[in-house]
């Protein structure tokens, strides 16, 4: 009897234990706070109704016990610009989340913006609420929004003003007979694959010294300042007349794009002055079938492949250019082929020049001439007081009193400033000072005057 008397009251001390234990949570749950990794989570600036980057927040449980989120609520409500998802759940409101001991969780956050009819960028903020043991704890959310002119497959014709950006979607035409004005300090901002095309229209852009036009993708956090191909570029086919002027092209896949010719035998489809051209995931400038182009007082650098392809049949004409690797080109600065898809099959390029410009790049050889000679048609090439990095030095009678620098002859070495910052400027022991020759270009691309003679490429060092 009293054997049992003592398992009864083993028993019943065992599940008083038990019980006690099992409601007395705070032995296992903390009473403390959570940590963030920070207190404003801050977004750059972001285009009305396009989205963010994603960011993240980081939540800590520092303590040795579980700790329970009693409630996580973004305070704007369904009304609010940004999107929250916890722990792999999106939500206005989660609960109950719990966060192991010396643990952490993962918070991420969106932005999207409705049109703010303001023509500067706006903060605007909001906040989520953490609740923890009856305590509330905020962390702040900030983001700079930006009302934009939109187009979405329109019809681009007349004037596109200055006082907000322009956001292209699929494409932007300036459609036969039509024409496109941009105003200068106009900015342009291209959607992933998007192009502005310009099919048997005109385009004019009108920037100036210091108010340049500048074309670039849609996303304007930080981490994508220097992304290529963001976007596809500017498309010219059959195009009338068009004419560049200050304009800065970037981030793009290529950056001008010229098919075929609408014009007449003497003009050209596209006139570009004044401009830069850079970190394209394919091409610089692309001139394929026909194509026509002029320009002066480029600086064409770090794209991917070519500053300068030209495919098939071609008119162009550059002077005072900078024609350049660098970056992560992985091809020749310049690629020029008499045909496309047939080696067997050339065509006519009548009029191939290029006078005092810079061809050079991170390659031994910056120039490729892949051209078919045994064809009815000419090629007819005029390379004038260039600068050309190359393995050998051609003989070909196109060349005239050029520079070639051969290996990397450190005797001839540009010397530009600094060519990761894009400063391609240089000093007076340059090769490229007062080697060219005078012609019609009597600025260069900095509005500076030339000597006479000239330096070589878009940029006069006085």
């Known amino acids: 009897m009293r054997r049992l008397t003592f398992i009864i009251t ?14 007395r949570k705070d032995s296992f749950t903390s009473t403390g706070h959570l940590e963030f990794s920070l207190d404003t989570l801050v977004f ?9 980057t994603t960011e993240q927040l980081k939540i800590y449980n520092n303590h040795n016990k579980n700790i329970l989120i009693e409630e996580v609520e973004l305070m704007g409500g369904a009304d609010s610009p940004f999107r929250i998802n916890l722990d792999g759940v999106s939500g206005i ?12 969780l993962f918070m991420f956050v969106e932005v999207t913006l409705d049109i703010n009819n303001q023509n500067a960028p706006l903060v605007i903020e909001d906040s989520i609420r953490f609740r923890t043991n009856g305590l509330d704890q905020y962390v702040n959310l900030a983001v700079w929004g ?16 200055s006082d907000k950006p322009h956001v292209i979607y699929g494409y932007s035409l300036v459609d036969s007979a039509q024409t496109l004005t941009i105003e200068a300090g106009a900015t342009v901002h291209l959607h992933k694959n998007a192009l502005l095309y310009v099919y048997k229209g005109t385009l004019l852009v009108n920037g100036f010294l210091d108010n340049e036009v500048v074309f670039q993708g849609d996303r304007l956090e930080a981490l994508y300042d220097n992304v290529p191909g963001q976007y596809y570029g500017l498309y010219f086919n059959q195009a009338k007349p068009s004419t560049i002027d200050y304009a800065i092209i970037k981030n ?8 075929s010719s609408g014009g007449s035998p003497s003009e050209y489809a596209v006139t570009i002055t004044n401009s830069e051209i850079y970190n394209h995931s394919s091409y610089g400038v692309f001139l394929y079938d026909e194509a026509s182009l002029k320009g002066e007082n480029l600086l064409i650098a770090k794209n991917g492949y070519h500053a300068l392809l030209v495919l098939k049949s071609a ?37 191939g020049i290029i006078y005092n410009s ?18 009815a048609g000419q090629l007819n090439f005029d390379f004038q007081n260039c ?28 010397a530009f400033n600094d060519i990761t910052a894009d400063d391609f400027g240089f000093p007076n022991s340059s090769p490229l000072q007062d080697s060219g020759f005078g012609t019609s270009v009597f600025t260069d691309i900095l509005g500076n005057f030339r000597n006479n003679p000239p330096d070589i490429g878009a940029i006069e060092q006085n």
């Not at 083993?10 to 409601?23: E, K």
């Not at 020029?336 to 009029?351: C, Q, S, V």
């Open 10 to 23: 083993c028993v019943t001390i065992g599940l008083y234990l038990m019980t006690t234990q099992g409601c």
């Open 44 to 52: 750059d600036t972001v285009f009305t109704t396009i989205g963010s």
């Open 93 to 104: 409101l989660h609960e109950n989340i719990s966060i192991v001991e010396n643990d952490s």
């Open 146 to 161: 930006q009302d934009a002119y939109f187009h979405y497959q329109d019809q681009a014709q007349g004037v596109w003003p």
């Open 252 to 259: 793009g896949t290529s950056g001008i794009h010229v098919y």
């Open 315 to 351: 008119r162009f004409n550059f002077n005072h250019c900078n024609f350049m690797g660098y970056g992560t080109a992985q091809s020749p600065a310049i690629g020029i082929r008499n045909y496309y898809d047939n080696p067997n099959i050339g065509f006519e390029i009548d009029e």
């Open 358 to 375: 810079v061809i050079s790049g991170n390659l031994e050889t910056e120039i490729a001439l892949d051209t078919i000679q045994n064809f």
């Open 387 to 414: 600068f050309i990095e190359s393995e050998i030095e051609y003989d070909d009678s196109f060349y005239q009193n050029c520079i070639w620098r051969i290996g990397f002859d450190n005797l001839l070495n540009p």
